[in-house]
């Protein structure tokens, strides 16, 4: 059984990928702990890990957007 190499994804790809801006990237790997590697200087990503992230609910637990007061 032979799986597809995942891709790893930029910074930007992964930000179109989610359809938000990369400055959001940077906010939630620093603050929401999404998974990310460190290439050099580099984030990358694999979508899928991304993708299950934020279907476990990881992005809504602190959203500062939606916190009021």
Known sequence: MTM???RWLSVDEIAAHLG???DTVYKWIERKKL???KVGRLWKF???QVD???QAGK???TDPQKQTG
């Open 46 to 48: 694999k979508a899928s």
């Open 35 to 37: 998974p990310a590697h």
């Open 52 to 54: 299950e992230w934020i």
């Open 4 to 6: 597809q190499q995942e």
């Open 59 to 61: 992005v809504a637990d």
């Open 20 to 22: 938000v801006n990369p």
